[in-house]
């Protein structure tokens, strides 16, 4: 994601109800902001001023530079994983 970017969620939808699935890896620039859970197939990478309003699930690895991480109300992520699992196969 571009620096300075925002992905802001409107109209009542909720961080915890966003799924974003990455079969490869996630960068995030400085002073960019999003919304939603990350599901990532390798590494997700926040630079300096950077935030996220949700959840980050990598399975190799999550690098936050001088970034914010706001968890969101309780989803249910055992529906949510079981919805993306194959995609992370």
Known sequence: MAANMRITLIGGAKASNIVWQVA???EV???AHMEGI???KTAAHFRTG???NGRILAQTAVALQS???TQPTQPDLRRIL???ADILV
Do not use: D, K, N
């Open 24 to 26: 490869g890896y996630v």
């Open 38 to 40: 990350l599901l990532v």
């Open 29 to 31: 620039e400085a002073g």
């Open 67 to 69: 970034s914010t991480v």
């Open 50 to 52: 950077s935030s996220l």
């Open 82 to 84: 079981a919805q993306t």
